[in-house]
Nanobody
Framework: QVQLVESGGGLVQAGASLRLSCAAS????????MGWFRQAPGKEHEFVAA????????YYADSVKGRFTMSRDTGKNTVYLQMNSLKPEDTAVYYC?????????????????????WGQGTQVTVSS
């Protein structure tokens, strides 16, 4: 059983920064590809970022590239999403997701249905 718990959301002004954390309760955390998705009110889930099992390769949505950075700490079974220069359009519930398949080719899944495990979400609100 994989459990993911997000934290770090909040209400900030445009231009501010936030760091989201996702703690995973799984012994083989180092094998998992981890992703962040978000869902704004009335919209579909949107891919934000993902990082491969080793932490050596990350992929970002165009809308956050250059502003968000994803990282992982295998010793703490935790992934992070550092969000800088936040914009009102970043307002959403942010979800952490885990994919247990190991991709040695460098492939990083971006589709929601490629991730089998999900956290409960954390709200990020950016005021203008």
């Amino acid at each position: 059983q994989v459990q993911l718990v997000e934290s770090g959301g909040g209400l900030v002004q445009a231009g501010a920064s936030l760091r989201l954390s996702c703690a995973a309760s799984v012994r083989t955390f180092s094998r998992y590809t981890m992703g962040w998705f978000r869902q704004a009110p009335g919209k579909e889930h949107e891919f934000v970022a993902a990082i491969n099992w080793s932490g050596g390769n990350a992929y970002y949505a165009d809308s956050v590239k250059g502003r968000f950075t994803m990282s992982r700490d295998t010793g703490k079974n935790t992934v992070y999403l550092q969000m800088n220069s936040l914009k009102p359009e970043d307002t959403a519930v942010y979800y952490c997701a885990a994919d247990s398949r190991v991709y040695y080719t460098g492939y990083i899944p971006q589709a929601r249905d490629e991730y089998a495990h999900w956290g409960q979400g954390t709200q990020v609100t950016v005021s203008s």
